[in-house]
């Protein structure tokens, strides 16, 4: 998996759609080969984000759980916390 696509369902507040977006755009680039797209395919990969962003967000929209929403600044600490422990950072 992309490490730079996150986790975006059940978090309190709620992913928002620059959020989705930058996934569904993460998600394009990673499956086509390009960061940035040709003239020529910049049309074809702009409406591929779009569409990927509008089903993700009816996903995240449809998905239902009995747990607790996790809190964004200790999900962020706790990724803090693990690559600092994997590239040996010290933490500041």
């Known amino acids: 998996?992309?490490?730079?696509?996150?986790?975006l369902f059940n978090f309190?507040?709620?992913a928002t759609e620059d959020e989705v977006y930058a996934?569904?755009?993460q998600y394009v680039r990673k499956?086509?080969?390009f960061n940035q797209p040709s003239q020529a395919n910049k049309d074809a990969f702009n409406r591929a984000i779009e569409e990927i962003a509008i089903a993700t967000q009816n996903l995240?929209?449809?998905l239902e759980t009995t747990a607790q929403p996790r809190d964004r600044?200790?999900?962020a600490e706790r990724s803090r916390a693990r690559n600092a422990k994997?590239?040996?950072i010290e933490e500041i």
């Open 23 to 25: 996934a569904s755009l």
């Open 73 to 75: 600044e200790v999900e």
């Open 86 to 88: 994997r590239f040996g």
């Open 12 to 14: 309190d507040p709620p």
């Open 60 to 62: 995240l929209n449809s």
């Open 1 to 7: 998996m992309c490490r730079n696509i996150k986790t």
């Open 31 to 33: 499956i086509s080969g």
